[in-house]
Each structure stands twice: as structure tokens, then as C-alpha cells.
């Protein structure tokens, strides 16, 4: 089963890093976020990848066409233009890299690579979220369930405490940074089936795959969502990434399945 990332957005909302490189190349512990997202997929066996590319996406070319010689040891005879490899580090990966055009919307970037996944069952991701999430058990939960379409859904911890108070101001219940208010949301880490592109005919150039096609599929009754209560985290603002970074140097990062 393929996995396809979706790599093209302009990462607006963290451009301090984004002015320079896409939001998928922003490091985690030295190594791009795609990069970990890769790993978590290899690790259960699936490590052949399509990836979306828009904006900056030749950067994203040239970092994994050249990952075998940045994770190697090699000599090189000039006069000759002879490499050498000794000793390589890379990964196992097979990588398509699909030019999906610089301002397309999310569903426009999964039609352009239906030809890439053929009539396969495939899945799909954002870019810019790891998780500890039982990919088998993903799997199995969508196979299961017999539907077109299977998304990953997460609760978000409060990032706030939250306070009740009597008429007089006297705080009556005080709780640090509750689990949420209950609410299931998308988190990603979808499951497709190839009959999902019937949703996507047409001119989809424009439209999101969250606001259209995932809302007629769901209203088909055909979207299962696959309940994880795990570590979950999107790269959505500078504060999510030295959160993250401050996790993988202190080896407490739970998306570290490898």
C-alpha cells in the first residue's frame, strides 16, 4: 500500500522557517518532519511514498536525490568525476515526488495523483503531523469497516485551565490544561479507497479535500473514523516545533516508533 504526503501548502502561519524552505522540510531533530512521518509508515512495512510538492517543492527534489549521498561515506576522484561509496546510511525508501502546482487546493493535489496509486487502496497524510498511531491497527479498522474512506481522529488537550466560580468570585473548581472538551477531530492518517476520485471529478483545482469531497463521502456514509487516543501533533506554528524538538532531545518523543 502506497502512502501519499501532501507536501504543496505555503506553511503561512510558521514563516519564519517557511520564507526559506516548505513546511515539510522544517527539521526535527536535524531530519525534515517529512522525514519522521516517513519512518513512522516504514516502520510497519509501508515505505513506498508519492509526495504532493507546490510551494518550494524543488527543494524537497533535491534533498531526497541526494539523501544517498548525504547518508554515506564516499570518495571522490575528481579528475575522473568517480564516486566511491564505502558505507551508506539511507533509508529504504521509494520515493515519487509529483509536481501538484504551486496554488492547487488539497483535493486538486490528490486527483493529480491518481495515476501514481492506480486502483490500489492507498493512504494519505498532511505533511506537518506525526503520531503514535497503530498503523496496523489502522489498517485492520478499515478493512473492517468496508467504507470508501478512513480518517485518523484525535482529541486536542485544552491549553488552558479552566476555572468555575461562584456569584462572589470565589473559584469553586480549578483544572490544569483539561483533555479537551469531547470534541473528535480530523487528525489525518487516512485510508482510501480508490473509488474516492469519483468524488474529485471535475475541475477540483480550488477546492479543499476537507470542505467538499470528504463531507459528500461522509454524507454517503462512507467516511469511518479510527479513534486514537494517543500522542498526536501538528506542526502548525513555531511553538509546535520547539515543543517537538524539545521532545526528540530529550528522547521523550512518542512518535519515535523505529
Same mark, same amino acid.
Given at each position: 500500500?502506497?502512502?501519499?504526503?501532501?507536501?504543496?501548502?505555503?506553511?503561512?502561519?510558521?514563516?519564519?522557517?517557511?520564507?526559506?524552505?516548505?513546511?515539510?522540510?522544517?527539521?526535527?531533530?536535524?531530519?525534515?518532519?517529512?522525514?519522521?512521518?516517513?519512518?513512522?509508515?516504514?516502520?510497519?512495512?509501508?515505505?513506498?511514498?508519492?509526495?504532493?510538492?507546490?510551494?518550494?517543492?524543488?527543494?524537497?527534489?533535491?534533498?531526497?536525490?541526494?539523501?544517498?549521498?548525504?547518508?554515506?561515506? #564516499? +570518495?571522490?576522484?575528481? @579528475? *575522473?568525476?568517480?564516486? /566511491?561509496?564505502?558505507?551508506? %546510511?539511507?533509508?529504504? !525508501?521509494?520515493?515519487?515526488?509529483?509536481?501538484?502546482?504551486?496554488?492547487?487546493?488539497?483535493?486538486?493535489?490528490?486527483?493529480?495523483?491518481?495515476?501514481?496509486?492506480?486502483?490500489?487502496?492507498?493512504?494519505?497524510?498532511?505533511?506537518?503531523?506525526?503520531?503514535?498511531?497503530?498503523?496496523?491497527?489502522?489498517?485492520?479498522?478499515?478493512?473492517?469497516?468496508?467504507?470508501?474512506?478512513?480518517?485518523?481522529?484525535?482529541?486536542?488537550?485544552?491549553?488552558?485551565?479552566?476555572?468555575?466560580?461562584?456569584?462572589?468570585?470565589? #473559584? +469553586?473548581?480549578?483544572? @490544569? *490544561?483539561?483533555?479537551? /472538551?469531547?470534541?473528535?477531530? %480530523?487528525?489525518?492518517? !487516512?485510508?482510501?479507497?480508490?473509488?474516492?476520485?469519483?468524488?474529485?471529478?471535475?475541475?477540483?483545482?480550488?477546492?479543499?479535500?476537507?470542505?467538499?469531497?470528504?463531507?459528500?463521502?461522509?454524507?454517503?456514509?462512507?467516511?469511518?473514523?479510527?479513534?486514537?487516543?494517543?500522542?498526536?501533533?501538528?506542526?502548525?506554528?513555531?511553538?509546535?516545533?520547539?515543543?517537538?524538538?524539545?521532545?526528540?532531545?530529550?528522547?521523550?518523543?512518542?512518535?519515535?516508533?523505529?
Amino acid at each position: 500500500m502506497k502512502v501519499v504526503i501532501l507536501a504543496g501548502g505555503l506553511g503561512t502561519r510558521i514563516s519564519e522557517e517557511t520564507v526559506i524552505k516548505p513546511k515539510p522540510m522544517i527539521e526535527i531533530g536535524g531530519k525534515p518532519i517529512i522525514w519522521h512521518i516517513m519512518k513512522i509508515y516504514a516502520q510497519h512495512g509501508y515505505n513506498e511514498f508519492v509526495v504532493c510538492l507546490g510551494y518550494k517543492g524543488h527543494l524537497l527534489k533535491e534533498y531526497f536525490i541526494n539523501y544517498f549521498l548525504y547518508n554515506s561515506d #564516499v +570518495t571522490v576522484e575528481l @579528475e *575522473k568525476n568517480v564516486v /566511491d561509496v564505502h558505507y551508506t %546510511n539511507s533509508e529504504s !525508501f521509494k520515493v515519487t515526488l509529483v509536481d501538484t502546482g504551486l496554488e492547487t487546493n488539497t483535493a486538486g493535489r490528490i486527483k493529480k495523483i491518481e495515476k501514481y496509486v492506480k486502483n490500489e487502496t492507498f493512504m494519505l497524510t498532511y505533511g506537518d503531523g506525526v503520531a503514535d498511531i497503530n498503523i496496523p491497527e489502522l489498517v485492520k479498522f478499515h478493512k473492517t469497516s468496508a467504507k470508501l474512506a478512513t480518517l485518523t481522529s484525535i482529541q486536542l488537550p485544552g491549553r488552558f485551565g479552566n476555572i468555575e466560580t461562584n456569584d462572589k468570585g470565589i #473559584v +469553586t473548581k480549578f483544572q @490544569e *490544561k483539561p483533555e479537551g /472538551d469531547g470534541v473528535w477531530i %480530523n487528525g489525518g492518517f !487516512f485510508i482510501l479507497e480508490p473509488k474516492i476520485f469519483d468524488y474529485l471529478k471535475g475541475d477540483v483545482e480550488e477546492v479543499q479535500w476537507e470542505k467538499k469531497p470528504l463531507i459528500e463521502i461522509a454524507n454517503d456514509g462512507q467516511l469511518a473514523a479510527y479513534r486514537h487516543k494517543g500522542f498526536w501533533k501538528c506542526m502548525d506554528a513555531m511553538r509546535d516545533k520547539i515543543e517537538l524538538e524539545e521532545l526528540w532531545e530529550n528522547n521523550n518523543a512518542p512518535w519515535k516508533v523505529w
